[in-house]
């Protein structure tokens, strides 16, 4: 069994302004703040019950992103990397997640003309598969190459058109095994790993992630679900269905860590 004692995870509630979030690949439709704000409770405590220790930001109502705390940093055992999102609306985000995170990791900032989305990040052991997308650019890969291969990470480079972000289209499910949407994401990118592809009734499934000994995904993809379940991973649903139609996947809504590193103060 898994040591749970020092798993953290860092969230911040939306707000009304949620309704004006940054769109790419879907039409903008009405948001139930108070339905977003009711599902995103919900999955705090779901970390909760998973044994993390939940710290809640204070809300941002002038930025309607903010919820999506996952996207302004990269948190490695070693380090955390601030980066520039590609929306410049967005930047803002970045000097509260930064205090919150100095007491664990130290930091790196990134500089323009780098921009670079942690959404487009995903960690398998010492590697990063990071995705060249509408929000990161070659130069927030080279900056984000240049701060984590001195901690022995490697950075494998994975184009992304079809969606936001590449854990829109991919995640780790453990072990080694990728899920992927192949209409989404090249599965060649990721070498000789196993895959396991979305069903496709549901394209936007491929988002999940681990807490401790168990994956965490939106209640809406029971296909896939079951799927997964099938292979003996243990599954923890969350309902997003409004937080979806900002365009969000469950893992861009927190940042989870090992919280032993704290920085001496």
Known sequence: MTDHADLVAIVRPPTEALARCELTHLEREPIDA?????QHAGYASALRALDVTVVVLPPEPELPDAVFVEDVAVVLDELAVITNPGAVSRRPEAASVAEALAPYRPLEWMTAPATLDGGDVLRVDRALYVGRSSRTNDAGIDQLRTLVEPHGYAVHVVPVEACLHLKSACSHLGGGTMLVNASWVDPTAFGARQIVEVDLAEPRAANT??????????????????RIEGLGY????????????AEAAGSCLSLVFRGGGRVST
Do not use: C, G, Q, W
């Open 209 to 226: 992630f681990p807490v401790n000994d168990t994956l965490v995904m939106s209640d809406r993809y029971p296909r896939t679900r079951k």
């Open 34 to 38: 108070d339905l977003a704000l009711a």
């Open 234 to 245: 243990r599954i923890r649903t969350v309902a997003l269905s409004e937080l979806h139609r």
